[in-house]
């Protein structure tokens, strides 16, 4: 079938089922799945990052994939990578005659890269983080809001985040880079898995055992005893956050366990404010029932990829 885009995106909050969707989908249109997940861009964070790898396996055949497990734990991956790494695998895709399918749930990446975003490689500034270095996260806020507004809390959630966001702002200021903008829009239909909250928060809470279950803390231990700092685990958020801290013996299972919970359903909570963001800044998202079964849900996504449907009609 031919396509009418060159791009399919298909996103969702954490837990709502993306990855079966898109490789489904992949299976059957000859695609390439492009991840657009923060974390599992990193070797060796599988469980806690829910790579579920062999998802990409249809009907014993693999699925080819794109930005996992491409840089080191421990490495501090950003929004340029992401964009420049995006523009690198959407073009191979493309020149083997596939069709790109770009799914997960990190809506900042989702957005940069649909906007068309050429960001600005920023360098360490040694002396500046030096000049930083034993403030805490109040007095780099402070910091960082002589630069700009601060409009979420992502920037400065740690020390090093908080660092690193000055850095890079520090540098746009020196170098008269106001902030960045879009280029053109990539031509793109984008797909949404419209999941209800107390079946995402059961799905959520379900998983999360599961997880456990399959070695999650186990993970963390190894990744530990590879001679990654517990700081530089702790950045990644989640699951990493919680489980070095119950490593550490600054939580108890339990805590971290109940913890963690609530800190999904609140994550998951957000990707969906994104989402509903991106709506409101031009972003028509085609929203397709959970509980629809997945050879429906790709049907549905053909059909309204086919110039002579209706997409009005095959998606109410």
């Not at 007095?139 to 920037?155: C, V």
Request: net charge neutral.
């Amino acid at each position: 079938m031919s396509q009418p885009t060159k791009l399919i995106t298909i996103l969702g909050p954490t837990a709502c089922g993306k990855t079966a969707l898109a490789t489904l989908l992949a299976s059957r249109i000859g695609g390439q799945i492009i991840s657009a997940d923060s974390r599992q861009l990193y070797r060796g964070m599988d469980i806690g990052t829910g790579k579920d790898l062999s998802e990409y396996i249809i009907d014993g055949k693999p699925i080819a994939y794109h930005l996992i497990d491409i840089v080191d734990a421990g490495y501090k991956y950003n929004l340029y990578e992401y964009c420049r790494d995006f523009d690198k695998a959407f073009s191979s895709i493309v020149t083997m005659g596939a069709t790109p399918i770009l799914c997960g749930g990190t809506g900042l990446y989702i957005e940069a890269v649909l906007n068309g975003y050429k960001m600005v490689e920023v360098p360490v500034d040694t002396p500046l983080r030096d000049s930083l270095q034993g403030k805490s996260i109040d007095e780099l806020r402070q910091i960082l809001m002589q630069y700009k507004t601060l409009h979420n809390t992502t920037d400065t959630a740690t020390v090093k985040r908080a660092i690193r966001a000055i850095e890079i702002a520090h540098y746009y200021s020196r170098n008269g880079i106001s902030h960045i903008e879009p280029q053109s829009r990539i031509d793109t239909h984008i797909f949404g898995i419209d999941i209800d909250r107390d079946t995402r928060r059961q799905r959520i809470t379900a998983r999360l055992k599961a997880r456990l279950d399959d070695g999650m803390v186990d993970e963390v231990k190894r990744l530990l005893q590879s001679g990654i700092a517990p700081d530089d685990l702790i950045y990644y958020g989640l699951e990493y956050k919680y489980i070095t801290n119950y490593v550490l013996g600054k939580i108890t299972y339990n805590e971290m366990f109940e913890s963690l919970q609530i800190a999904i359903h609140q994550f998951a909570k957000r990707q969906m404010t994104w989402f509903r963001g991106m709506e409101r800044r031009g972003f028509t998202i085609n929203w397709l029932p959970f509980d629809m079964d997945n050879n429906e849900k790709v049907e549905r996504i053909r059909k309204a990829l086919n110039p002579q449907s209706q997409v009005s009609n095959l998606l109410l």
